[in-house]
């Protein structure tokens, strides 16, 4: 087998220099993925993780020395990365090159070892010894109610009827547990466009998190409501446990009229917080 390649991020002075190395220390590297064709996919540096904390990274932009250099380092033809579905490792992929991004950004591409689905999403990381002791599943139709009528206060906070919430659409969904005793957390996002008197678009979109055991009280909530050119959406992606404390961390992904960009959750008791908002890709 390849031995895969580690990055060692070490800071300097006068700036940061990126350079590989096979050790113990290097950090783990973790990237979302998006595919639109089942060969190639392409790779969003989101968190480079060391001894319990997140390093410093450079937001990205195209005229940075520093980020090119760690675009060169990261994306360079050859590298081995391990893909990650459900908190489990599902294949592996090799680099083909960077992405240049649009405005700012830290991107490449890759070349799955297995085929993939046309527009599978999911996690990526450099470390292949990275688990999250959880089940991932579908949601039962009564889960998925569940999460309608929790969804309902945040859409009458959008100016929307209650009842909006039992017709949205549905961006994604799925539940999880860490362990068989533990509660199963149940996550989707939902999206809902209105056409007004004027011709004007809203775009109204909700993401929770909530326990099931619990009821309608979701553990974490985000809302957004605006003209479709200026929309906001975000979905949950996976999750991944970085630190392999047994609890995995929720990522999501907000996209935004021209950009995109990750955060980060993770639980304390009944409630998420947020760990790391990453920089963004795009403009």
């Known amino acids: 087998m390849t031995p895969r390649p ?15 190395r096979a050790t113990a220390q290097s950090p783990t590297l973790v990237f979302g993925v998006s595919s639109n064709l089942d060969t190639v996919v392409q790779l969003d540096l989101v968190a480079s993780f060391s001894q319990g904390h997140f390093d410093s990274l450079p937001r990205g932009d195209e005229d940075d020395p520093r980020a090119t250099a760690l675009r060169d380092a990261t994306f360079g033809p050859g590298h081995r990365y391990w893909l990650y579905e459900g908190g489990m490792q599902r294949s592996s992929l090799t680099t083909t090159g960077v992405v240049p991004p649009a405005c700012v950004g ?5 070349r799955p070892a297995h085929t993939l ?34 969804a309902r206060p945040l859409f009458v906070a959008l100016k929307a009827p209650a009842q909006v919430a039992d017709t949205a659409e549905v961006l994604a969904a799925w539940g999880f547990a860490t362990t068989d005793t533990a509660p199963v957390w149940l996550t ?28 309608a009280a979701p553990a974490l909530a985000w809302s ?59 403009c």
């Not at 999403?121 to 929790?150: I, K, Q, V």
């Not at 996002?189 to 619990?214: C, H, P, Q, W, Y």
């Open 224 to 282: 957004h409501a605006a003209l479709e050119d200026d929309a906001q959406i975000r979905i949950p992606v996976d999750w991944l446990d970085l630190n392999h404390d047994g609890q995995p961390e929720l990522f999501t992904k907000t996209t935004y009229s021209e950009s995109y960009d990750y955060q980060i959750w993770r639980r304390h008791g009944t409630a998420w917080t947020l760990w790391l908002q990453s920089a963004g890709v795009g």
């Open 188 to 215: 989707a996002a939902f999206k809902t466009r209105s056409v007004d008197a004027a011709g004007e678009a809203m775009i109204r979109a909700v993401f929770l998190v909530l326990n099931a055991a619990r009821g």
């Open 6 to 20: 580690r990055l060692l991020i070490t800071m300097v002075i006068l700036g940061a220099s990126y350079c590989q």
């Open 106 to 110: 830290l991107a490449g591409a890759g």
């Open 117 to 150: 689905p046309a527009g599978w999403a999911g996690l990526a990381a450099s470390d292949s010894t990275l688990r999250a002791a959880a089940t991932r599943r579908a949601l039962t139709p009564d889960e998925l109610a569940t999460l309608r009528r929790a």
